[in-house]
């Protein structure tokens, strides 16, 4: 999981340059903690992790996609 927020990382910053330096502090995965992962055609394109707020609900953040693949594979 770590590398893929990693390239996902990467991809926003080259999408949105310098304004992504406002999300740097948020943008950390924990270990153990339950994420959501998309795939298309078995490539990951999505992805996300809960904040829990208390004992009955949460709040799925950092749902995240790779541009350049979605663009590539969903044109074709």
Avoid: H
Wanted: net charge negative.
């Amino acid at each position: 999981m770590k590398k893929l927020v990693q390239s996902l990382d990467r991809e926003l910053w080259q999408f949105y340059g310098n304004s992504q330096e406002v999300y740097e502090t948020y943008n950390n995965v924990s270990e153990g903690i339950p994420a959501v992962l998309v795939l298309f055609n078995e490539q990951p394109i999505d992805c996300g992790t809960f904040k829990r707020y208390d004992e009955q609900s949460a709040e799925l953040k950092r749902v995240l996609y790779f541009l350049l693949i979605m663009e590539k594979e969903l044109v074709n």
